[in-house]
């Protein structure tokens, strides 16, 4: 099972912008589907956005249009680039392919 390793979580202003990383132990490339998800305090996890190995992407509606999901094969990367950051993005962001990273906070402050 292939090991991933998130990043780039923080503390951002309401309106800011982070971007994501998921490191692979291994190649990603045969890997078809990849995904986001989150988890706020006292919620269920949910989905965020994925992309298929052809790059077709696919977002949860409440992130569409401020989100980007993206893969670099040749670095075994996976990234979530967020723009015009809500406070009710506040969660847990867990990478996830055939298995799960340990996930990366990101607080936004209002």
């Known amino acids: 099972q292939v090991q991933l390793v998130e990043s780039g979580g923080g503390l951002v202003q309401s309106g800011g912008s982070l971007r994501l990383s998921c490191v692979a132990s291994?190649?990603?490339?045969?890997?078809?589907?990849m995904d986001w998800y989150r988890q706020a305090p006292g919620k269920q996890r949910e989905f965020v956005a994925t992309i298929t190995r052809a790059g077709n992407t696919y977002y949860a509606d409440s992130v569409k249009g401020r989100f980007t999901i993206s893969r670099d094969n040749a670095k075994n990367t996976l990234y979530l680039q967020m723009n015009s950051l809500k406070p009710e993005d506040t969660a847990i962001y867990y990478c996830h392919g055939n298995s799960w990273g340990q996930g990366t906070q990101v607080t936004v402050s209002s």
């Open positions: 291994r190649s990603i490339a045969s890997i078809n589907v």
